[in-house]
């Protein structure tokens, strides 16, 4: 398995953390990025009691994470996304970034996806960070299950998009890390304008079941 040193942008929110954890848990480097580097150093601590003792994990600022970095997540709230992806540009140059981002509104009739001019949140980063390499993924993950355990989420799929072919292959290999298996190739990265809100249908399946519902894909043949 290649392992790399991967920058969790956000990483001290619920869902960062929780990728963070599995990657750490699967033998990847992590290094928890926040606006405080401070806060990222307090959550890494938390992260790496909880992944084992050989787990690698700390934290710095945003941009010293995405600079030390291979590969650099995305899990801030879309509102603040521009500033922040605008922001780390120069240290996101080469570097593959993968956005879980999911733009959504909520009012009386549930959650929905919001317009996004670009198209998704991951075509906005790539027009803001044109030198990385985006890919979309890790999108219809719950947080909670993320972090609820080490056993792999192997009922759910993750769905993978992208235009830059090693940015989808590096995406769909720390898919690994989550359920057990490669992340499934879901197409360019126009496809995250229907990745990204189909979120919205899930919290409200969530909400009406007491859920916490999620992706699997039938028809593909399996390892
Ligand atoms: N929660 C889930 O179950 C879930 C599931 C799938 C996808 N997602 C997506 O993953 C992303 C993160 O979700 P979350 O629930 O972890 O979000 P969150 O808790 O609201 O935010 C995550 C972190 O982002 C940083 N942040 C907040 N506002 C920011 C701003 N304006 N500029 C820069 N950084 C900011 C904060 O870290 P610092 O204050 O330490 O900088 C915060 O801890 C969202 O886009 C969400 O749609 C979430």
């Known amino acids: ?5 991967i920058a969790v942008i956000g990483g001290t929110g619920p869902q960062g953390r929780g990728l963070a954890y599995r990657f750490a848990t699967s033998g990847h480097t992590v290094v928890i990025g926040s606006r405080s580097d401070e806060r990222a150093r307090d959550m890494a601590a938390d992260i790496a009691r909880r992944s084992g003792e050989h787990a690698l994990v700390s934290g710095a600022d945003n941009t010293t994470a995405a600079r030390s970095a291979d ?12 500033e922040l992806v605008a922001s780390l540009a120069d240290q ?5 970034l993968i956005s879980c981002v999911n733009p959504l509104g909520f009012d009386k009739r549930g959650p929905y996806g919001l317009d996004i001019a670009d198209g998704s949140a991951a075509e906005e980063a790539q027009r803001l960070a044109p030198e990385a ?11 909670v299950n993320l972090w609820s355990g080490a056993e792999f989420l192997d009922h759910e799929d993750v769905l993978v998009c992208g235009d830059d ?12 890390a989550v359920t057990g298996r490669d992340g499934i190739d879901a197409g360019a990265l126009r ?3 229907h990745l990204e809100p189909l979120t919205a249908t899930l919290i409200s399946i969530n909400k009406r079941y007491k859920t916490r519902s999620g992706i699997h894909i039938v028809g593909l043949e399996r390892d």
Do not use: W
């Open 1 to 5: 398995m290649t392992t790399y040193k």
């Open 71 to 82: 590969v650099v997540i995305l899990a801030v709230p879309y509102q603040g996304h521009a």
């Open 92 to 96: 996101l140059a080469g570097k593959v």
């Open 133 to 143: 390499k985006v890919a979309g993924a890790f999108h219809h993950l719950s947080a």
């Open 165 to 176: 072919e090693h940015a989808k292959t590096v995406a769909a290999a720390l898919s690994c």
């Open 191 to 193: 496809a995250a304008r």
